[in-house]
């Protein structure tokens, strides 16, 4: 059997991958063990020094790394780019914290001393996505490699490149053979992996059918999971906001990556007093994005990562439209080539249509026009998913207790959501459970041991 990576841009066949065979999967679960058993032994310090040679790796490799990313799966070349310093970033942070961020923790009893101490689990599965087919291997791979733990991928099928780009990287970076090792299986065969009594957890990023999958055949197997399953983030614009620094945020954090980002504001909620200004702004700076061949420079909207996502998305906005949202801008496939789909705008959105109860991966606002705060509050919550919030208002002690009652992993004020090494990333409710990034991050896939002497 074989898998084939498809341009984006052009629907052209870049290349064609063989799965793995049952033998050279076994050979490869066998050497993460092994592994493991050498790289759990050696310091923090030891383990750093690899890492920040991948870290430099990542900063002068940079360009020709963004290429594949964009050749791939579309990605505009710019934000190919700043994926890949993103990825350095999270190495050079982990070499540098991840001594202070698992060193034991001594705590008052009556024992003589007690302290928690933090030891690596084993070999790991890591099941990512092809939206941010750099960013989201490496904020898994940074800790856990630092941690002590061997890491196995099953990438998405449509990035086989990046994913073996990626197992290229870490071995010229200096770690042992199979400290990451990527996978070129489908997702019966990630199924069984985790069944393997070799592997000790499982950290997926992913939709929410393959989370409820993963995360209940880990349980089945008392195996450890992380999984962050998508949102479909409010933006809430009170009454007193800064209307053009929230216009600029919005379109940036909706169109963004083509709009394919788990944590992009999705769902716009509006006073009215600005309603008709702040949706004037996104038409404004909607209509100014130019679409086209994502490695040009002068290209502000990138293509969909494949045909049946932008068919799947055109669904969605035809199905709104059917339940009475308004049409603003866009909602329809342009007459060209590729995976495109026109920035949209659906106003007079209601928390009874599809459209706000639904993830739109793709660049489409849902506007809900509210009538206060509360009101703003209530419908944000309304909704299963709980990953990331942003709140926009002059008046930040206001804002911090609106985001003090918002459902969510995250609430950022007066900034669109983003990740960030040093803090934990994750959701709630149906976005998920676990952590990434921060100290709870390179924590997730750790024996959180008590040590007691009397």
């Not at 906001?241 to 954090?253: C, E, H, W, Y």
């Not at 100014?288 to 420079?297: E, N």
């Amino acid at each position: 059997m074989s898998i084939q990576t498809i341009n984006p841009f052009s629907n052209e066949v870049i290349a064609t991958y063989s799965l793995l065979q049952p033998s050279q999967l076994e050979a490869k679960l066998q050497l993460a063990e092994q592994t493991f058993h050498m790289w759990s032994k050696r310091t923090l310090a030891q383990r750093a020094t690899p890492m920040r040679a991948l870290c430099e790796q990542l900063k002068h490799r940079k360009k020709t790394l963004a290429a594949i990313i964009t050749e791939e799966m579309g990605k505009l070349h710019h934000e190919a780019i700043a994926e890949v310093e993103k990825c350095a970033w999270v190495c050079e942070h982990y070499a540098e914290h991840a001594e202070s961020y698992l060193a034991p923790q001594t705590i008052a009893t009556e024992a003589k001393r007690s302290y928690i101490c933090y030891q690596p689990l084993g070999p790991l599965l890591a099941i990512m996505p092809w939206n941010y087919p750099f960013w989201q291997v490496f904020r898994a791979l940074a800790p856990n490699l630092m941690a002590g733990n061997t890491l196995l991928l099953k990438h998405a099928s449509n990035v086989p490149q990046c994913s073996q780009t990626i197992e290229q990287l870490v071995q010229e970076a200096g770690f042992p053979d199979g400290c990451m090792q990527s996978l070129l299986v489908n997702s019966k065969t990630a199924n069984e992996l985790i069944k393997d009594q070799r592997i000790r957890g499982v950290t997926l990023t992913g939709s929410e059918f393959a989370g409820r999958s993963v995360g209940s055949l880990a349980g089945q197997y008392l195996k450890k999971s992380v999984l962050e399953l998508g949102g479909s983030d409010p933006f809430i614009v009170c009454d007193d906001a800064d209307i053009k620094q929230a216009v600029n945020a919005a379109v940036t954090s909706r169109c963004m990556n083509a709009g394919q980002t788990c944590i992009a504001a999705k769902r716009f909620f509006v006073m009215p007093s600005v309603a008709d200004d702040f949706i004037q702004g996104l038409i404004d700076r909607m209509q100014k994005l130019m679409i086209g061949d994502p490695s040009d420079d002068q290209t502000t909207l990138a293509p969909l990562a494949r045909t049946d996502l932008r068919n799947d998305l055109h669904n969605q906005v035809l199905c709104a439209l059917d339940e009475g949202a308004k049409d603003v801008i866009g909602c329809k496939i342009p007459d060209r080539d590729g995976n495109f789909y026109l920035p949209s705008l659906l106003d007079n959105v209601n928390p009874t249509m599809s459209a706000f109860q639904e993830e739109l991966f793709g660049p489409v606002a849902s506007v809900i026009r509210v009538k206060s705060a509360d009101e703003a509050i209530q419908f944000a919550n309304q909704s299963h998913y709980g990953l990331g919030a942003s709140i926009w208002s002059k008046d930040i002690n206001k804002a911090e207790k609106i985001a003090f009652r918002i459902e969510a992993g995250s609430c950022f004020i007066n900034s669109f959501v983003k990740s960030h090494c040093a803090l934990p990333f994750g959701g709630i409710k149906n976005s998920g459970y676990g952590r990434e990034l921060g100290a709870h991050g390179i924590q997730e896939f750790t024996n959180i041991k008590t040590i007691w002497i009397q």
